[in-house]
């Protein structure tokens, strides 16, 4: 059985950076082709792709969100951690974490809500 | 970057047919993704690769893709289809990455 699950702060300032860490089960990031991504949904909005992380460490970013995303892998700990820079209010949303099927996502986790306020 | 438009919203009376448009640049030399969301839960993907669907979802679901169009098709609606739609594809033409469309909210009368 699939699982992800995210995990991070609930509360973030404006100007801070954010980390949040995806950790899964039921697969492994390094098996060919496999690829763990970030998506975010702000509240009443539609969803946003953020960044995704290939078995092979080859790594992808939403365009728009590009310099203030990095994201990385600890395949031993089955792990993704994304990291978002100078965070603002705008960037309150739920963030997901999702297991990638070459072009489309197949598996979610249940997300978590950051807020950024002072 | 590539654009991916939907209606807002679609209604439904039960039993009837719903249909919701995913509108892109020739979008039907792409691979086409569904996903259903209901309020306060994570998505769940309803139809990929244009038509297929995953394993549990029912028959009742269906797409198609075609020019500058593509579609979800709920046949027999019910009240539990009650939920927001959003269609996705991977856009090989800059940065590669994915892109989700606008959404649509799918009432049941």
């Known amino acids: 059985q699939i699982t992800l699950k995210e995990s991070g702060p609930t509360l973030v300032k404006p100007t801070q950076t954010l980390t949040l860490t995806c950790t899964f089960s039921g697969f492994s990031l390094s098996t060919s082709g496999v690829g763990v991504g970030w998506i975010r949904q702000p509240p009443g909005k539609a969803l946003e792709w953020l960044a995704l992380?290939?078995?092979?460490?080859?790594?992808r970013y939403s365009p728009s969100l590009k310099s203030r995303l990095t994201i990385t892998k600890d395949t031993s700990k089955n792990q993704v951690v994304l990291t978002m820079t100078n965070m603002d209010p705008v960037d309150t949303a739920t963030y997901y974490c999702?297991?990638?099927?070459?072009?489309?996502?197949?598996?979610w986790g249940q997300g978590t809500l950051v807020t950024v306020s002072s | 970057s590539y654009v991916l438009t939907q209606p807002p919203s679609v209604s439904v009376a039960p039993g009837q047919t719903a249909r919701i448009t995913c509108g892109g640049n020739?979008?039907?030399?792409?691979?086409v993704h569904w996903y259903q969301q209901k309020p306060g839960q994570a998505p769940v993907l309803v139809v990929y690769d244009d038509s297929d669907r995953p394993s549990g979802i029912p028959e009742r679901f269906s797409g198609s893709n075609s020019g500058n169009t593509a579609t979800l098709t709920i046949s027999r609606v019910e009240a539990g289809d009650e939920a927001d739609y959003y269609c996705?594809?991977?856009?090989?033409?800059?940065?590669?990455?994915?892109?989700f469309g606008t959404g649509t909210k799918v009432t049941v009368l």
């Open positions: 996705q594809v991977w856009d090989s033409s800059s940065d590669l990455h994915y892109v």
């Open positions: 020739n979008i039907g030399s792409k691979s």
């Open positions: 999702a297991l990638g099927y070459g072009d489309y996502v197949g598996n």
């Open positions: 992380i290939y078995w092979d460490d080859d790594k």
